[in-house]
């Protein structure tokens, strides 16, 4: 295939979509604003069609070799009351697949397939994108300029394509902030996930290690606005929101240190009315980010590279049919993650004390299959892929029949 096509950022997104282009014999430009690779990034769970992405990538040994030993989740109240117990395994089972792991071990697994074939051009962000004839021309910050055949943004949910391309305004908030912290600390918890419920807070802790342990905190509206990059403050701040969570959510909140690794953004999800125009598209948060609160992001990002180019392989010579029918797969398959996100911030960040009571007596006594079914239904995991290529053998024989 002789497209060429620049891709903006070197996250999930953008270098599946550039280990797929490879596929298919595009040449790709992949440029990233960072100075150099940084595989950075908290815990997330891959789930589903996620795992089935990164099995067809040829990369599923790597993430598992990275997964955290941790076979149970404990799911308790504020209060420390125990609601259920679940085992990974079986959420693996029910779900196709469950894989717990950095979000920076996804992404060193996903550089190392592509850093030796594809130009990557770190330290550089697009600066200007114009039409021009059969493509599009883009200006980069290093003074350089690129025709391409096409543009993709893959720039993360406050993305700079998407604002230069299509405008502002597609941001939706939520309402409340996600904040995730990984420290070295020995915090003498055994190795499960902990998952503390309360009315418009979260806290989850993830023991990875004996001297290792990441938190993930939602908190809702009536928490405020969090500090910015200053993990001490984002200490103080914490232990005053997570004032009656039990003593061991607290301990590992106070023993945040000025080197940790602190992240937050807030909640919220875009909602655009066209992921693609003319001669650019956009993937990954930047053109339907479902929220943290969906747990599928990292999937979305994978299905989004894998479709794409499976949409440029299967109409060649035809990027607009190629476009509309990625559109036409993806958008679908967002909206049901970004749907189960708004009820999961409904269930647990809401302010409403019934109905957080009313969650927990659901979560406690629900039967085992039902809470199985649920959580396939939350996850869209009742589905089969989208009309995606079977198989690598399928994009490489779709490239080489053009």
């Known amino acids: 295939m002789s497209l060429k096509i620049v891709v903006s950022g070197a996250g999930i997104a953008g270098l599946a979509l550039a280990h797929w282009l490879g596929r298919i014999g595009a040449t790709t430009i992949l440029v990233e604003r960072a100075p150099r690779s940084q595989a950075l990034g908290h815990y997330i769970s891959l789930k589903g069609n996620g795992v089935e992405m ?28 125990l609601l259920r117990i679940e085992r990974t395994a079986k959420l693996a089972k029910a779900l196709g697949g469950y894989i717990l792991f950095r979000r920076a071990d996804l992404q060193a697994a996903l550089y190392e397939l592509v850093r030796e074939r594809t130009d990557i051009r770190f330290g550089t962000e697009i600066s200007e994108v114009r039409p021009a004839a059969g493509g599009v021309e883009i200006c980069l910050s290093d003074g350089r300029a690129e025709r391409a055949d096409l543009l993709v943004g893959a720039d993360g949910i406050h993305s700079h394509v998407r604002r230069l391309v299509f405008g502002q305004g597609f941001e939706l908030s ?41 938190a993930v905190v939602y908190v809702g509206t009536s ?33 945040i240190r000025a080197n940790d690794f602190v992240f937050s953004d807030s909640i919220a999800q875009v909602e655009m009315p066209r992921i693609t125009h003319s001669r650019c598209a956009l993937i990954g948060d930047a053109a339907h980010c479902p929220t943290f609160l969906s747990g599928m992001g990292s999937s979305l990002a994978l299905q989004d590279a894998h479709v794409l180019a499976g949409c440029l392989a299967r109409h060649p010579g035809d990027i607009a049919t190629s476009l509309v029918r990625y559109e036409e797969i993806m958008t679908p398959i967002a909206r049901r993650y ?65």
Not at 379 to 400: I, K, N, Q, T, Y
């Open 54 to 81: 990164v099995r067809r990538m040829g990369i599923l040994d790597a993430c598992q070799a990275s997964a955290a030993p941790i076979e149970e989740v404990y799911f308790y109240t504020a209060a420390r009351q």
């Open 174 to 214: 939520l309402g409340g902030h996600y904040i995730a912290i990984s420290q070295t600390v020995r915090h003498g918890l055994p190795p499960v996930i902990h998952s503390y419920l309360s009315t418009g807070r979260m806290v989850n802790l993830f023991p990875v290690a004996v001297d290792s342990v990441s």
């Open 223 to 255: 928490g405020g606005s969090p500090p910015q990059h200053d993990a001490l403050a984002m200490r103080d701040y914490l232990f005053a929101t997570c004032v009656g969570f039990p003593d061991e959510v607290l301990r590992i909140l106070a023993d």
């Open 338 to 402: 970004k749907n189960s996100a708004v009820s999961a911030h409904r269930a647990l960040l809401g302010s409403s004390r019934f109905r957080g009571r009313l969650r927990d007596v659901i979560l406690r006594l629900a039967p085992e299959r039902l809470f199985e079914r649920g959580v396939r239904r939350f996850f869209d995991a009742e589905r089969p892929l989208a009309d995606l290529p079977a198989s690598e053998a399928e994009v490489s024989a779709a490239g080489a029949r053009m």
